[in-house]
C-alpha cells in the first residue's frame, strides 16, 4: 500500500492469491459440508426413487408378459430372434453318436466356432454353448439356433432358455401372478 516496490507488490498479490486460496479452500470445505449433510440425502431420495420406478416397471412389464403368455422378455427375445437370423451363415455336425454334442461353424470359416450341448434334463435343462457370447449373456447363440433348424427341435420353447431368462424365475414374478389374481404356480418347497 505504502511502496511500489516491485518486490514488495509481488509479494502482496502473492499474499492475497494465498489468502483467497485459502478462502476458497475453506468454501469448498464447508460445500463439502453442506453435500454430506442435505445433498446427499437428496441424492439417496432421488436414487431410491429411480429403483422404485424401476421396480414398478419390471413389475408392469412382468405383468403384461403374463398376461400375453409370454414366457421370457422383449429384449431377450429380441437378441435371440437375431441370432437366430445369422444362424442363416452356419453349418453343424454332430460331435459324437448320442446327437447331443454339436460343433457349429460358418459356411466361409469366419468367427469362432461354437460347441453346443443340448439339453439333457435334469442334468442340463437348457440348450448350451462355449462360445463368449452365450457364456456371457446366456441367451441361445447363432450356433444353437443353428443345431435347432438342423435336428428339427422347437427353438423358441423355454426348455431351450437358460433358466436366468425364465420369466418365472424373475424374484417378482410371483407376486406379480398374485397382484393379477390368478392362481400362484405350485413350486417344489421353498429352501429358504
Ligand atoms: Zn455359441
Redesign the pocket.
Known amino acids: 500500500m505504502q511502496c511500489s516496490s516491485t518486490h514488495f507488490t509481488a509479494g502482496h498479490v502473492s499474499s492475497q492469491r494465498a489468502e483467497s486460496m485459502n478462502a476458497r479452500i475453506k468454501e469448498y470445505g464447508n460445500l463439502k459440508k453442506e453435500l454430506t449433510k442435505y445433498n446427499l440425502n437428496q441424492l439417496l431420495d432421488h436414487l431410491s426413487g429411480i429403483v422404485q420406478d424401476q421396480e414398478a416397471k419390471t413389475k408392469s412389464d412382468i405383468k403384461s408378459y403374463i398376461k400375453k403368455g409370454n414366457q421370457w422378455c422383449k429384449s431377450v427375445d429380441d437378441i435371440w430372434k437375431n441370432e437366430n437370423i445369422l444362424a442363416n451363415d452356419f453349418d453343424c455336425q454332430p460331435r459324437d453318436q448320442s446327437k447331443l454334442i454339436w460343433h ?1 461353424f460358418r459356411h466361409d470359416g469366419a468367427e469362432g466356432s ?1 460347441e ?1 450341448r443340448l439339453p439333457t434334463p435334469p442334468d442340463l435343462d437348457y440348450a448350451s ?3 463368449s ?2 457364456t456371457s449373456r446366456l441367451i441361445p ?4 439356433c443353428a443345431v435347432y433348424f438342423r435336428v428339427q427341435n422347437p427353438l423358441f420353447d423355454i426348455s431351450t432358455l437358460h433358466p436366468r431368462w425364465r420369466l418365472s424365475n424373475y424374484p417378482q414374478y410371483d407376486i406379480c401372478v398374485q397382484e393379477l389374481g390368478l392362481p400362484v404356480p405350485k413350486q417344489s418347497t421353498d429352501c429358504g
Open positions: 457349429a461354437h453346443v454353448c462355449n462360445c457370447y452365450f447363440c447363432r450356433g444353437i
